[in-house]
Each structure stands twice: as structure tokens, then as C-alpha cells.
């Protein structure tokens, strides 16, 4: 059996054109509440995934390309559009990057509106079968009863699809492997304690959810490490959530398999290293307050990196749509560029 997206029992987006509008489900009320909101505008769009009700790299890239089809709908102006919605979060490759295909749709187009919702659809179409592919390729990682430690959400909940690194383990259940996930909380948002235990319990997939700082303390139990990525330069350094490259250190040192999954859409052909990427700064209050209450004392100053680069020689391989790439990556990534032309 496969692991599909029609197997798992809600939507993260949806665009019905009936209606012109994008439902997404809200992930800022997970897990206690599962609601899907409408986004009717381009301004919409971009609120929404600056709050994160929308998040995960290929996932707000999805959302992007539909926010332009709404452009077009309301007759606003389709290139303002994107330089708005490219601005709201600069890590994530995916974002610009659909939002490119989407203005080259576009100025070839005869029927806006049309091309640009056909654009967006292949998209989605794309990235669900990314996963699936993914999938395939890395549940050969997985052992049966292999205890793997994963961190943020980089599940069915941050693409169209059924996830990267959480695809692999939906993939490797399908085909009847068992395993044990240790979900790092990731502080300050936190997607891994929120998010991917939400989804992984629900799809019947045995969850812990650690502190982060626990990390350390689990990691010589851990028979694999997998996480998502949201920018990869052509070295192989890996921009993901903060805290990734802290977990790459750890498993090195017991030496436990550190596997990034990702999308071609996510390495960034024209970045050389990890020090090209840039890195989203969000604002002190995800760190000053906890729900509402304030829990820093106020004359402190704060630091609120959303993401960090892992160097590519932590890296053990990266599971991608067209297979498993092992170091040395440069040649890797080298070889996918040519293939994909
Ligand atoms: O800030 P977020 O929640 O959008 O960050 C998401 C991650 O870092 C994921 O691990 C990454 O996007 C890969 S998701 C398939």
C-alpha cells in the first residue's frame, strides 16, 4: 500500500472557484480546534501566512500561487501582488519561487485569470506528488521499530501533500513499518508539540513530545534523526526551523543518521552556501509571552531567529522526489540541476 494524500482526513488548502476564494485550515487553533478559514484577497493571503495560519515552506508557496489567482480575480494589480506576497517571509524558497513560476505564467498569458489558476493547480498537483515521492525514496531509511527524533512541522500540515519528512514515516506505516517519533516541542512557536503530534496521532503513529532541550538526553535511543528544510544552497547547508542545526551537532556526536527531506523546489540554485540565505527575524512577543503573559523581564533584550542553517557536513543525505543525495552534495545537487532541465 501507499501513503496518499486522500488517506489522511483533512485539507490544508483548498481553492474553490465557484466561490473565488482559498480555504485553509487555521493552524495557529491546533490542536484543540480544527477550522478552516476563507481568504478572499491578496491581503488576506499574505496575513495569513504572516501570522502562520498558513506555514511550512512548500505549503505557503501553494498559497502564494492561489493568492495571485485572486489578484487577478479582483482585478488588482498581478506584479504588485507578488512583490507584497514574496515579502512576507524571506526563508522560505518555496514562497518566491512558485510566486516566479506564477509571473511567468503570467506574462505569457492570454487568459489571466485561467492560466494563473491552471499554474496554481500544477503546483499543488506538483508538490502533492513531491511528497509521495519522497515518501517512496525515505521509508527505506525507516527500520521497523526505529525510534526517530523530528523537529518542527514538516508534515502533511506544511505542504498539499502528505508531508516531507513526516510523508516519509506515513510511507513507511503503509507499508507496514512501525516506528516511535520524538517530536522536539520547537520553542517558540511551537509547531513540533502543537503540530506534528496533532497530525502523526491522529494517523495512528506513536508520538513523545520532548523540550527541546531534552533533545540531547534522547538522541543516544534515536535510531534516526529526519527534519524539513526551507532553503538548500547548492553546498548542501540547510536553512531549517532554529534548533536544527543544534539537533544535527547532537546526533553527529552519536552518530545517528541526520537526513534532511525536501523538495527541488526548495534548493535555491543561486545561493552557494548556507551564509547566502537569509534568515526571517519574527517579532519579541513569540519569545516575551507565553499565551498571554508576559514571561521575560522587560528590560531584557531578545533574539528571535526563526530558522538556522545546518552546515552540509552534519548532513547524511537529503531525500528529495528524485531520490536520496549523499555528500559530497555540490556533485549531488550539480547532477539534480542538470536532470531537472
Ligand atoms: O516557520 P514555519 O513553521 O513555517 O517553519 C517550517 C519549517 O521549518 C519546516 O520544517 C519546513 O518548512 C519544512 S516543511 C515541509
Redesign the pocket.
Known amino acids: 500500500m501507499q501513503a496518499s494524500r486522500n488517506s489522511l482526513s483533512f485539507k490544508t488548502i483548498e481553492f474553490k472557484k465557484s466561490k473565488n476564494e482559498i480555504t485553509i485550515l487555521d493552524q495557529t487553533k491546533l490542536p484543540e480546534q480544527e477550522v478552516y478559514v476563507s481568504l478572499k484577497t491578496v491581503e488576506e493571503v499574505y496575513n495569513a501566512i504572516k501570522t502562520?495560519q498558513v506555514?511550512?515552506?512548500?505549503l505557503i508557496g501553494v498559497t502564494a500561487a492561489y493568492g495571485l489567482v485572486l489578484a487577478a480575480n479582483n482585478k488588482e494589480n498581478v506584479e504588485k501582488a507578488t512583490s507584497y506576497l514574496q515579502s512576507v517571509r524571506p526563508t522560505?524558497v518555496n514562497l518566491s519561487w512558485a510566486i516566479k513560476r506564477m509571473m511567468t505564467r503570467a506574462t505569457q498569458s492570454t487568459d489571466l485569470y485561467n492560466d494563473l489558476l491552471n499554474e496554481a493547480d500544477t503546483i499543488r498537483q506538483n508538490d502533492v506528488f513531491s511528497c509521495e515521492k519522497m515518501g517512496e525514496h525515505g521509508s527505506a531509511l525507516v527500520k521497523n521499530n526505529a525510534h526517530i527524533m523530528v523537529h518542527?512541522?514538516?508534515g502533511a500540515l506544511?505542504?498539499s501533500g502528505i508531508?516531507?519528512a513526516l510523508g516519509v514515516l506515513y510511507a513507511a506505516k503503509a507499508r507496514g513499518t512501525q516506528c516511535v517519533v520524538y517530536s522536539c516541542e520547537t520553542r517558540p512557536l511551537l509547531?513540533g508539540a502543537r503540530l506534528t503530534t496533532w497530525e502523526l496521532t491522529k494517523n495512528g503513529i506513536e508520538t513523545y513530545v520532548i523540550c527541546d532541550n531534552m533533545a540531547a538526553t534522547y538522541m543516544p535511543n534515536m535510531d534516526l534523526v529526519l527534519?524539513?528544510?526551507?532553503r538548500i544552497a547548492t553546498n548542501g547547508d540547510t536553512a531549517?526551523?532554529i534548533g536544527t542545526c543544534g539537533l544535527a551537532i547532537i546526533a553527529q556526536y552519536y552518530a545517528v543518521p541526520f537526513y534532511v527531506v525536501a523538495p527541488i523546489s526548495t534548493f535555491d540554485f543561486t545561493r552557494v552556501s548556507g551564509e547566502d540565505i537569509p534568515i526571517e527575524t519574527r517579532c519579541e512577543d513569540e519569545i516575551r509571552r507565553f499565551n498571554t503573559k508576559n514571561i521575560v523581564a522587560k528590560q531584557a533584550k531578545v533574539c528571535n531567529p526563526?530558522?538556522d542553517v545546518t552546515p552540509a557536513d552534519l548532513i547524511t543525505g537529503i531525500v528529495t522526489e528524485k531520490g536520496i543525495l549523499r555528500p559530497p552534495f555540490n556533485a549531488a545537487i550539480e547532477r539534480l540541476v542538470r536532470n531537472d532541465k
Open positions: 502562520m506555514r511550512g515552506a512548500p522560505a518542527c512541522n514538516a506544511a505542504t508531508g516531507t509547531q527534519v524539513g528544510a526551507d531549517n526551523k526563526a530558522f
